[in-house]
């Protein structure tokens, strides 16, 4: 006879094999992407016009039938079933709103999912829009500091690739994914567990290039990898909007913990919540292109960040994709939660993390899936992440600090500082081989 614990096996199993069947026909980026043609179309114009953008229909039927069939086996009561649907409400969310594109029904569902910049985020008192704010004035604060000549966007995309080739063959071995030039994306790179895409007309400084490799290959590749190897969870495998959170946010905290994170990458961050929020007020793709314009001077970086904001929603404003307001917040709560496992001495659940696609409130039902032999731990891990002396050092000179009234001693230290004359180095100076 088959045991209790057995048949709660074989229903786990099988809802998670209907949620992933639901959430792989709902490809977001995939689906609400522009062809190269509207780039092309929009400088011939003089950037003068507004784009024109067609979308393909999206059926939403299907998968709301199977999320329906999954949620028939769902008695959300306990932590493995609220888990469960956790992922149906956001595969449904994601469904709908790709039904939507193109009206102003697509940016209900995208603020549900993703949140919008006023919105108050859980356990802080401050809203997308706030940490936007906050790094644009510490770095503001920064401006007279010489940092000297800005790195040249000097590699091309054929550059980058052969590096990333390289390297994420070294670190996944035969499963590494495949690289590849493509003519239109929504971002200079996007990786899944096969392919890493970049831009074929992409320009990138060598920073840029180690920036991609740690977000794109060793998180974002590594939890689809890890994904898939998770045969007894499937929807693991599968990326849905409530995932997006904690995956960009692993990804901006891997590269901070790498030491590729740079100011203006922080600050491009910033300014596409401010965008969003420009859009959300009713500003067209012009508007915001122009926004962006005025910050960069770079005409075809600003068209795509413009991008990013209006691709699947309306473009003459008020109704805009709002997937980048995530970022800030996803870092803010990885710190967190990787600061937290550490104090707490779950090392195993730091493993946890990196096991699929997830958001870190998974955490507790993958702990029970896994004592009941269901979840695998993550075979790949980011280097970071795999050397534990140095992840734990660095945890906890960030402990010790968070600890620690830093007001008085920075008083007396600005004080010091007042008069002191701004010194101003030669440029040649910031480079460590002079």
């Not at 730091?350 to 075979?379: S, V």
């Amino acid at each position: 006879m088959t045991s209790a614990i057995e048949k709660e096996k074989q229903r786990i199993r099988k809802v998670t094999q209907l949620l992933y069947k639901g959430a792989k026909r709902v490809r977001i980026l995939r689906s609400i992407d522009w062809p190269a043609s509207v780039k092309q179309g929009f400088f011939a114009k003089g950037a003068k016009e507004l784009p024109e953008i067609s979308y393909p229909g999206f059926d939403a039927k299907p998968t709301i039938d199977i999320i329906r069939e999954a949620r028939r086996m769902i008695i959300p009561i306990s932590t493995i079933d609220l888990w469960l649907e956790r992922q149906s409400i956001s595969i449904e969310t994601g469904a709908r709103m790709l039904a939507g594109t193109g009206t102003p029904v697509f940016f209900e569902y995208s603020r549900q999912v993703y949140g919008e910049p006023t919105d108050p985020l859980r356990f802080i008192p401050a809203s997308p829009l706030d940490l936007a704010q906050s790094v644009q004035d510490v770095i503001d604060k920064l401006a007279r500091i010489d940092l000297g000549v800005a790195p040249s966007a000097h590699l091309t995309a054929e550059d980058v690739a052969k590096e990333i080739k390289a390297a994420a063959g070294q670190h996944f071995g035969e499963d590494a994914p495949k690289v590849i030039l493509v003519d239109s994306l929504s971002a200079n790179a996007l990786a899944t567990a096969d392919r890493i895409r970049i831009r074929r007309d992409a320009r990138f400084t060598d920073r840029d290039a180690a920036q991609l490799l740690n977000h794109e290959a060793y998180i974002h590749v590594a939890t689809s990898l890890n994904g898939r190897f998770q045969t007894d969870l499937p929807i693991l495998g599968a990326g849905h909007p409530s995932t997006t959170r904690t995956q960009e946010g692993l990804a901006v905290f891997a590269e901070i913990t790498s030491g590729t994170m740079e100011l203006d990458r922080l600050r491009r961050l910033a300014d596409r919540v401010f965008a969003i929020q420009m859009a959300i007020e009713g500003a067209d793709f012009l508007d915001v292109y122009g926004y962006f314009l005025e910050r960069t001077g770079n005409p075809d970086q600003s068209f795509e960040n413009a991008r990013r904001v209006f691709r699947g929603g309306v473009i003459t404003g008020g109704a805009p994709f709002t997937k980048d307001v995530v970022y800030l917040f996803g870092l803010l709560l990885v710190s967190s939660v990787i600061r937290a496992i550490f104090s707490a001495g779950r090392s195993d659940c730091l493993r946890l993390l990196f096991c699929g696609k997830l958001e870190a409130q998974d955490i507790p039902a993958l702990c029970e899936l896994a004592a009941m032999g269901l979840c695998k731990p993550a075979r790949y891990l980011p280097p970071w992440a795999s050397d534990l002396r140095s992840l734990l050092a660095s945890l906890t000179y960030s402990t010790f600090m968070s600890k620690i009234d830093h007001a008085p001693m920075t008083a007396v230290v600005e004080k010091i500082l007042e008069n002191a004359p701004i010194v101003e180095f030669p440029v040649e100076s910031n480079n460590p081989r002079a």
